[in-house]
Each structure stands twice: as C-alpha cells, then as structure tokens.
C-alpha cells in the first residue's frame, strides 16, 4: 500500500480554530474518521456486552435489590425450557439452511441461463417478500395457517383429500409454517446473492467445459458449484446467524413469546420472556451470553473453514 | 433430435418451477390486498381463504385507516418516515467516513478496528437488547426518535461496504487534492463523495428498507401509541381481544407501497447494496 | 457539482434535524394540554374499555370536586407491552405513569423485592371494608398492605345454550353437579351430534377455576407449590375424561376462548355451553352476536364438598411510587372504583359483576341494557347465589410463573397434545416452578 506523501503546505498552522486544524491534520484524520464507529462500539457494544455479563451473575429483584449470585443463573440455564428453546431453534436453523441454500442457488442459475426470458420479472416477484416487515409477513402466514377449513393452507390440502390441521399448536405443523415464513422472505435475497456469484464466473470455464464434452449438470458440478464456495459459505454463515437469533416470525405467529407447549420458543424468545415478561433480568443475560459464544463459536469455525482468516491477514 | 427433445424437457422444467415460485412469493401479496378490502367480521370466521365475495370489496378500511383511532396511523407512518431518513442519512454520513478512513489511511489500531467492525457484523443485535434498555432509560433516550436511530446508525454491514469501495478510490485524486490545500475532510466531502455515489445509492436503499421494517429495537424502545413506527403499531393492533383486521389489513398493505415504490424505482442499487460481501472471497 | 451536493447532504441533515426535534416539540405540547389548573394524572392501561370507564370516573370528579380538577391521560399498550414496560420503568426508578391496570397474573412481578414500587391502598379501603368481596383485594395485597383495586369479581360461571339444552330434552336447572353435566353433556351429543363444552388448550380458563372451587390452588397460603396435588391431578383427568373418554367436550377452536376461531365457531351455535368468568359476557355481547337470547348464565356444577364459585382474572388498577400526585391520584381511584356509586359503573358501562356487595341490590343493576338485552335479568340472581363463595386466590411470587406453566405446557400436553399424563405433567410443573 502506498504511503500518502507528506505535504508541506499542510502543516502551516494558521489557528484559525483549534478545530479546522484538527479536520487538516493528516496524521489525525483517519481517527476522526473512524471516530464514530469507535465511539457507538463503546457505547453500544462494549458497555451492553459487558453489563450483560455482568447481570449474568446477579440475581436483580428492582434498582435497589440486587444480589450477586455467582453462576446460579447458567446453573439455572440446565432446564427442558432452555433445552427445548435450543432443540427448536437448532431444527428451524437446520431446516432454513437446508432450503434456503439449494432452492434459490437453483434458482440463480436458471435466472443466470442465457435463454431464460423475463429474467427480471422472476427476480422482482422472489425479492417482492424481502420488502415486507416480518409483521405483515405473519399477519397473512398466521390467517392462512389458521385452523378452519376454509383457510388457504386447509383448502389447498382439501383438494388433495387431506385433513384440515390445526397447524400452529403442533410441533411439526409449526415449524413448517415458521420455516415458509422465513423461505417467503428470504429467498429473493439469496437468489441475489448466488446470482452475483455465479455473474463472477469467466465464461471460458464453461465454453473449454462443453468442448470437452461436458453436459450441463456435470459443469454444474465441476464449475458452478466450486466457484461459488465463498457465496454458499457466506450464505451458511448469515442462515446461521439469522437463525439462531431468529425472534420476529415465532413473535408474530403466536403474538408474543406464547406457542402453546413452546413449539415455538427460540432462544431469543425465551430470553425476551425471562427478560422482559418475567422480569429475570440476570437470567435472561445468562440466556444471552450463552447464545452470544454459541453463534461466536459457530462463526469462528465456519471463517476457519473457509480459510477467512488466512486471507484477509490481520 | 435427442438432443433437441432433452432441451424443450429442460426449459419445461426451467419455466415451471420459476413460474411456481414466482407465485409462492406474489400470492400472500394478492390476499393481503384482497383482505383489505374486506369487512375485518369476514377474517375472523374464515381466515384468509379462497371464499372471496368480490362484489362486496370496498374502500371503507382505508379510509378508516385515516380516521379511526384518532388518526393514530398516519401518525404511525410520519414517524417511520422520520425515523428512516433520519437514520439512512446519518447512518450513510459516519459509516461512508469510518469505511473510508479504514480504507484510505495506514494509523495505529487500523487492523484491530477493521477486525472488530468484523466481529460486530455476526453478533446478533437481539443478546443485547436487555443492557441496551436499561442503557436507553439511563441516558433518556426512551420514547423519542434518536433512541430508535441512535444505537444502530454506525452499521458495520454499511462500513464493510464502504471500506470495499473505498480501496478502489484513486490515490492520485487524495495527492491532488492535499497539493491544492485541501483538507483531509474537504477531500473527503468534496472529491472523493462524489466518486462513492453508486456505493451511496446501493446502501442507503438497503439501510432505508431494514430501518422501515426494523422490529425488535423499535418494539422495546418505543413506548407511547403516538410514537410508534408502523411495524410495531401493527403488532399493536394485534390483542388478546380481538384483532383490529379492519385497520391490520389496509395498515399492512400500505406500509409496503413506499418500499416497493423505492424498489421498483431502483432495482440496481437494492441488488448491489444486497450483494455487500457475498461477492467477496 | 461537488459543492452542491454537499449543500443537499447538509440541508437534509438539517431538515431531518428540525423535523424529528418538532416531533418532540409538539409531543410535550400535547402533553400540557388541558386545562391550566388542573392536574394531570398519567394512566396506562392494556384494555380499550377502562380507558373509558377511567375518563367517565374523571367527569364525575370533576363535577364532585371542582377545586381540585384532575386531567387524566390514558396510554393504551397491547397487554405483554404494557406490563413490560411499566415493570422496567418501575425497576429503573423512572418513566412509570401515575396509575395503572396490573393483570392478577403479572402482579406479583411488582411485588418482588424489599421495596415495592407501588402505593398501599389501605386507608382507603378500611373504611368500606365490610362492603367489598375482600378475597379480591387479597389477590394484590403483600404483608397486609393492598396495591391493587380490582374492577370486578370475575365470579365463574356456566353460559348455558338454552337452544340446544332444549334439543336436547334438558333443564338447566337441573344440573347442579358434575355428574349432572357430564351426563346432561352424554345426551346433549347423543341427541344433537354437538359438543357439550369446549375445553383450552393454550390457557388456564377451562382448568384453574376448578382447582380452586374445590379449595385448591397452584401454591398453598404459604407460597409453597403443590401444583400436583391429588386434588388438581384428579381435576386435570376429569377434564381429559370429558375429552376422551366421556366424548363431551372438543378442544376448543384456536386454543382458547378469546381466540377468533372459537368465537365465530361459538356463534354459529356448535358448543352447548362453555364456563367462563362473569366478565366474559363482554365477549359474547360483542363477538357472538348470533347467539342473543339463547345463552343463560347459571352457577357452575359442583364437585362434592366443593365450592359453586371462584373469582378469576382481574386487574388491579395501581398507583406507582414515582407519581408526583399520590394522594390526589388515590383519591380519585378510591371514588372511581370502591364508592358505590363507581362500582355500580363498572356493570354498567363495563358489564363486570362490581367488587361492592351492596351495589348489587341497587335498582340501576336491573335496569335494561346490552346485558340484560342479551342475556335475560336475572344475571344477579345467579351471582348473588355463588357470591359467599368466593374467596382469594393465592399469589406468592410464584404465581406468574405457575400460570405460564399450567396454560403452556400442563393444559396442552395433557389435553392437547397426550404426550403426558395429568400426574407426569404436574409434577414436571410444580418441580420447574419450585426450582426457580
């Protein structure tokens, strides 16, 4: 990287104002201008993370009852609810990553074929539903998911001669309708993402690929596929993100952290019910910091994998 | 002929599973509005279902959405407007100078900053919404505009971006610049911004779009029924004594329009502004 | 070019600056409106209509005391928001209003710790204390010391369709236990093809009361849990006999009877009766109109040796610590909702059965309205019947958490579910609600 020159005629300080000096002053510029980045990590990140861990030891009955406990909270964190909240947002994870990763890479690569036509009609109709909030979203998945069988999911299952289902107070039933939540919003920006990986791909792999008498779904196995790793890996890395901190769909489907048997309770649900509706503030923190090192460990190994660190040389 | 048969089977296949997608995503949208237009009574004992009685479609709920409730929705939409382009705005001011401070130039704690703006991206903002809360009541942001924006408006996703688009700025221009007495913020504002305009389009559509539909934050931070933004008004319609479908319906269809407009208007810059990191090894 | 793009950029700053202080602006402007001299008193509340019948108590005061007028400013939040908010502003010591509507079920929450965050109410109540049904104010009482005024006694009670009752060849009044109802339920089936009742799966309305008429309860006086005690492991498989065995009842519709599913289900006429507190006529007046004139209220069947009623639900309205009017705010509660006067209020503008025993004698009570239209009038008849019954409930600290463990796990995985027996499911409970 290039040493920017030192300039001379910079250096005149004229005191005009302590400030505009300050503004000229290369050697102190480049803090100004990341100032703001380190001033709202402080602020908003550090100091939150950690009170967080620090509540997470402390058992809060009101401003001026506050004991500290020691590790009862994550003691307490060894009980079927939190248990059940992993075991949920584990299989909404697993299942959001298992759809939302093949479809909308098959997806990219028929909108990227050359003969496709109303290539952009198809992509606005898939990224139409990321425009949405996850409020509207739920309001029509609950309605259609409702129990009658006049709703839309009951009839369509109708005319193939299957039983209306109360969908949203069983287990499997809600998770499919959690998970096609989260499908109906997220698959046009995964489209997006393939696509812009697949654009990146030279031709000439695919043109020396047919020469050699390579069919369509062999170059899609030998090209496609190994160039767009970094995608798919950054793809698997935010579905498991999103996932895990998944909260707005179960929030909107059930109107609060209240899924019948908590078939719908994620770790941040159960967070914000221990937290917010029971008023367990050291435990809900003990619930946050241990979703915090989950998704930090989940991350670290997946960069590492993919060889992140290697690259960008910190 | 094989051959030829082969590829017609293909592009079947091709064309139907996009048709059927496509419909999957647009269907919800055609029911929404449908729903609208429908007395809220019909929601309530049927759901949303394929039993639609066209003739009786009206107008009535958006003009209730005007009225009713003392006007509370168009006060709901004026703060979500408010809130998003204050916080596009100032979020594109901080993150475009800090991704182009790190991009630009060499100082002490360059790498360490870079690498923490890294980590910030992948830590869920929902572990903190607790401490932040309580940090909210201490420093009296609760209930107001600045306590929504404040605490998200330097986005490391939006720093990243800047950062990236900022390494391809030519250095001759900064040189040039510093020769003709610049300073290192005129430069800035006056040289280089220009320069960074799509990389500006691309993520303020984007912060623009995740501000208007943003949930959880606002859902915490927000306190008095005049000062909610559309998404967490609409949750609040939603009661253990009954649901308000009458204004639900309207309020959800038109708290889409804007974004929509904004999408139809400028595909691009949503696309590219989406496409922030994913392209990068 | 460049310069006039740095013109745009600031001008908006600008504008957006200017416009989000406005906002703040004309918010405080809002708030000082009113009258000059008069105070304002600060409310929220989670329910549209104690919005209401909290301004109509204003307008009596008002004219009742013009010296000290009072402005009141109601916020109304959705239900988990609302006790949410007001717990953190309680806890944090600031940003709490001067009163507010506490449900029974989140009160104990307020209650925690040394100090709580909530006036005491007994000066005000000891002077009327013989006129009110106490065991409701016992529910938001700690120590001796009241911090809640409830606005009803939520007596439970059976809603009878009288329709399909006479299809089916059956008195109402000829049901006095539950083996009455259980067999007036067989014939009811046999006779109509229709569910006797409906029973919930997400909430504790079909399974609580009747724990508590035979004298049980989640945690005995003494906070201690007993969740899975004989009485209510019994309860829970009469319940589920009604389900499986006896084939009387179906799970309710969506759950739970406030939910959409049910009441348009309900009102369709497809459920014989359904038991309920006294407060839920509200909700047939307004969702389910179709079945005016067929629904009667009676008490509920008895278990042997238990009782014919229990209170349920409730709210308490509160007064926060950190109100800068407290003795006036109290004042004016005690007038809205212990005076007779008030109390007659909460029937006729609410239709709640009133916390003053002696306001239910008053002529006003029987004078036509919705109520009286939809159900008949001899809606007092059949309270004043059960009333000795009711006691308190008992809410220790535990409270909340028993009942978030009954309507999420116990009802549903017994009932619903069958993933679990009555006892397994208890015990589960009551060992997860001692544990914490």
Redesign the interface.
């Known amino acids: 990287m290039l040493e920017p020159p030192v300039v001379a005629l910079n250096k005149s300080y004229n005191r005009l104002s302590k400030i505009k000096t300050l503004f000229a002053c290369q050697k102190k510029a480049p803090y100004l201008f990341v100032l703001p980045f380190v001033v709202s990590f402080l602020v908003f990140f550090l100091y939150p993370i950690i009170s967080t861990v620090i509540m997470s030891f402390q058992r809060i009955d009101g401003p001026e009852s506050i004991t500290f406990i020691g590790l009862k909270n994550y003691k307490n964190l060894i009980n079927p609810h939190f248990f059940n909240a992993l075991w949920v947002t584990t299989r909404y994870t697993f299942w959001t990553m298992l759809v939302l990763i093949p479809l909308p890479l098959l997806l990219a690569v028929f909108l990227n074929k050359k003969t496709t036509i109303g290539k952009k009609y198809f992509k606005s109709a898939f990224f139409m539903p990321a425009l949405t909030s996850v409020i509207v979203a739920g309001l029509f998945f609950r309605l259609a998911f409702g129990e009658q069988e006049t709703t839309l999911v009951n009839s369509i299952l109708g005319v193939f001669g299957i039983k209306p289902m109360v969908w949203l107070q069983d287990p499997e039933g809600s998770m499919f309708a959690m998970v096609l939540l989260c499908t109906w919003r997220w698959l046009g920006v995964n489209i997006i993402y393939f696509l812009s990986g697949l654009q990146g791909i030279p031709v000439e792999l695919y043109e020396s690929a047919s020469i050699d008498g390579a069919n369509e779904i062999q170059q899609f196995w030998h090209i496609t596929l190994p160039s767009l790793k970094p995608v798919i890996m950054y793809v698997l890395t935010i579905s498991v993100y999103g996932g895990y901190s998944m909260f707005a769909e179960s929030f909107a489907l059930w109107s609060g952290p209240r899924s019948p048997g908590e078939i719908g309770m994620t770790i941040v649900n159960y967070l914000y019910q221990e937290g917010f509706n029971n008023n367990n503030l050291g435990f809900a923190s003990a619930i946050g910091i241990t979703l915090f090192v989950l998704v930090m460990i989940v991350n670290v190994i997946q960069l590492w994998v993919s060889g992140f660190f290697k690259k960008e040389g910190v | 002929m094989t051959s030829k048969y082969k590829e017609k089977i293909?592009?079947i296949i091709?064309y139907l599973?996009?048709l059927v997608?496509?419909l999957?995503?647009?269907v919800?949208?055609f029911?929404?509005l449908i729903?609208s237009l429908r007395p809220g009574v019909e929601?309530?004992?049927?759901?949303?279902?394929?039993?639609i009685d066209f003739s009786a479609l009206n107008l009535k709920n958006y003009w209730l959405l005007v009225e009713g409730k003392d006007g509370i929705y168009p006060l709901w939409y004026?703060?979500s407007v408010?809130i998003t382009?204050?916080h596009t705005?100032?979020s594109l001011?901080?993150?475009s100078?800090?991704g182009?401070?790190?991009a630009?130039?060499?100082?002490k704690g360059?790498?360490l900053?870079f690498?923490?703006?890294?980590v910030?991206m992948?830590?869920?903002?929902?572990?903190?919404?607790?401490?932040?809360?309580?940090?909210a009541?201490?420093i009296d942001l609760?209930?107001?505009?600045?306590g929504v924006i404040?605490?998200?408006?330097?986005t490391?996703t939006c720093?990243f971006f800047f950062r990236q688009y900022a390494m391809s700025l030519p250095?001759e221009l900064?040189?040039a610049g510093?020769?003709d007495?610049c300073?290192?913020?005129k430069i800035?504002?006056?040289?280089m911004?220009?320069l960074m305009l799509p990389a500006f389009g691309a993520m303020g559509i984007l912060q623009a779009?995740s501000s208007?539909?943003s949930?959880?934050w606002p859902?915490?931070v927000l306190?008095?029924?005049?000062?909610l933004t559309?998404?967490i008004g609409?949750?609040?319609l939603?009661?253990?004594?009954?649901?308000n479908y009458d204004l639900?319906?309207p309020g959800?269809v038109m708290?889409?329009i804007p974004?929509?407009i904004l999408?139809?208007i400028n595909?691009k810059a949503?696309?590219s502004g989406?496409?922030v990191?994913?392209?990068?090894? | 070019m460049k310069k006039s793009l740095v013109l745009l950029l600031s001008l908006v700053l600008f504008l957006t600056m200017t416009v989000s202080g406005c906002g703040k602006e004309q918010r405080a402007a809002d708030a000082k409106a009113g009258d000059g001299k008069a105070t304002t008193l600060t409310f929220w509340t989670f329910q549209e209509l104690h919005k209401n019948f909290i301004d109509d108590g204003v307008a009596t005061w008002n004219t009742n005391h013009p010296d000290k007028p009072i402005v009141v400013k109601t916020e109304v939040y959705p239900y988990d928001e609302m006790h949410n908010k007001l717990l953190i502003a309680i806890q944090s010591g600031t940003g709490a209003p001067d009163m507010a509507d506490i449900e029974l079920g989140k009160f104990a929450n307020f209650l925690k710790g040394s100090k709580p965050g909530l006036v005491e109410f007994n000066d005000v109540i000891e002077p009327v204390k013989d006129k009110l049904i106490m065991g409701r104010l016992e529910n938001y009482a700690k120590s001796g010391k009241y911090y809640g005024l409830d606005y009803h006694v939520g007596a439970e009670v059976m809603y009878y369709n009288k329709e399909i009752l006479d299809q089916a060849g059956i008195n109402v009044n000829d049901i006095v236990t539950w083996d009455d109802y259980i067999a007036a339920g067989k014939k009811v089936v046999e006779k109509t093809g229709k569910p006797m009742t409906t029973l919930e799966s997400m909430e504790k309305w079909s399974y609580y009361p009747l724990i508590c008429m035979q004298g049980s309860d989640a945690m005995d006086k003494d906070g201690n849990v007993i969740l899975d005690n004989a009485i209510n492991v019994k309860t829970l498989q009469t319940l589920k006999d009604m389900l499986y065995k006896d084939k009387i009842a179906i799970i309710t519709p969506g759950g739970h009877h406030h939910s959409e599913e049910y009441w348009a289900w309900m009102n369709k006429g497809n459920a014989a009766s359904v038991w309920m507190p006294m407060w839920y006529m509200g909700r047939f007046v307004q969702y389910m109109p179709d079945l005016k004139n067929k629904i009667v209220i009676r008490p509920m069947p008895v278990f042997p040796g238990g009782k014919k009623s229990a209170g349920m639900g409730g709210t308490g309205t509160a007064i926060t610590t950190q109100s800068k009017n407290i003795e006036l705010a109290k004042q004016f509660l005690a007038e809205a909702k212990l005076s007779k006067e008030g109390s007659i209020k909460t029937w006729s503008l609410l239709g709640f059965d009133p916390i003053r025993s002696d306001a239910w004698s008053d002529p006003v009570m029987s004078a036509p309205n919705k109520y009286t239209d939809y159900f008949g009038t001899d809606i007092f008849i059949t309270l004043k019947s059960v009333v000795g019954d009711i006691g308190s409930i008992n809410v220790g600290p535990k409270f909340p958490d028993a009942m978030a463990q009954i309507e999420k796990n116990v009802i549903f995985k017994v009932l619903k579910e069958q993933s679990q027996s009555p006892e397994e499911a208890l015990k589960v409970a009551a060992d997860d609600v001692k544990a914490k």
């Open positions: 293909g592009a091709i599973t996009l997608v496509a999957f995503c647009l919800p949208f029911f929404l729903s929601m309530i004992q049927n759901g949303i279902s394929f039993q004026i703060n408010i382009v204050a705005v100032f001011l901080f993150t100078m800090v182009y401070g790190l630009i130039y060499n100082f360059k790498n900053i690498t923490i703006v890294l910030v992948m830590i869920p903002v929902e572990i903190l919404i607790l401490p932040l809360y309580k940090l009541i201490s609760i209930d107001s505009y600045m404040l605490p998200f408006v330097v490391p720093i250095r900064l040189d510093r020769i007495g300073g290192e913020f800035f504002f006056q040289i911004m220009p779009m208007w539909n949930f959880v859902l915490i306190r008095s029924t005049d000062m559309l998404p609409l949750q609040s939603i009661t253990p004594y009954g649901n639900l319906f959800a708290s889409v974004i929509m999408f139809i595909q949503f696309i989406l496409t990191g994913g392209v990068k090894g």
